[in-house]
């Protein structure tokens, strides 16, 4: 293990030097790439040094001491429109894309993606992580109910690709609904893809509300005290994918 000054110095050594600033007093990094972030967090676990994923940090900026000893990702300059695929029904974007702009790029294929349409005003990344959710009348709408496909570097520095753009894929768990609702804790989101619908369908989507985000059910989960089923499994979960602790749960965050 190494000091913070000493990692951000190995960082700043591998890395060329637009890609780590300083946000609020705190070392942030700025992956371009999958291979960039992963080759950053082959870094920090070698190094034991922990991470914070804060998005455009617009629901989980960092605050208070723990960042004093921490670096966190943002995932701004992963803003790319990759793919649109209309005659599929999908669009593939980077996960710093704004969420509420998809849908002006989709209109010109007449397709649409309900929950761009609300306000929600942070990245694509960003709202998978948080676990956005919308309400439709009596019925919740969650965003991952249109999340087929994605681009994850894992706490461990490896780059996998979970889910399927196809209709119907094989049958078994469909793991890239563990990301949603994660919070960072499980790895960096680089890209997402979702499934999308043609624009005709929107009148049907006419009382769609954005549901407040919350992260008391990920910090229920994550306490050890919890014994629960469902928390017991989303802590192994958790120990699975980040064995060293390099994205700790950080509870005072805004």
Do not use: C
Request: proline share 6%.
């Amino acid at each position: 293990m190494i000091s913070l000054k000493e990692f951000i110095n190995t960082v700043k050594s591998e890395f060329p030097d637009d890609r780590l600033t300083f946000q609020k007093g705190v070392a942030t990094f700025h992956p371009e790439s999958a291979d960039e972030a992963a080759h950053f967090l082959k870094l920090s676990n070698q190094h034991r040094q922990q991470i914070f994923i804060s998005g455009f940090g617009n629901n989980i900026d960092p605050e208070g001491e723990p960042f004093t000893k921490m670096v966190t990702i943002r995932t701004d300059r992963l803003n790319s429109l990759q793919e649109i695929v209309p005659e599929d029904f999908y669009i593939t974007v980077g996960a710093g894309f704004p969420l509420r702009e998809i849908n002006t790029h989709l209109a010109k294929y007449n397709l649409w993606l309900p929950h761009a349409s609300l306000s929600y005003p942070g990245s694509v990344g960003g709202s998978i992580a948080a676990g956005f959710n919308a309400q439709l009348q009596e019925h919740e709408l969650p965003l991952k109910k249109y999340l087929i496909k994605a681009e994850i570097v894992t706490p461990q520095g490896d780059i996998i690709k979970v889910g399927s753009v196809s209709f119907k894929s094989v049958s078994g768990y469909d793991i890239v609904k563990i990301f949603f609702g994660s919070w960072g804790l499980l790895g960096l989101i680089v890209s997402a893809t979702f499934r999308i619908m043609p624009i005709s369908a929107k009148n049907e989507f006419s009382h769609l509300r954005q549901k407040a985000i919350d992260r008391t059910p990920l910090l229920t989960a994550l306490d050890e005290a919890n014994n629960d089923t469902s928390a017991v499994y989303s802590r192994k979960i958790k120990a699975k994918f980040d064995p060293n602790q390099i994205l700790p749960v950080i509870k005072n965050i805004r």
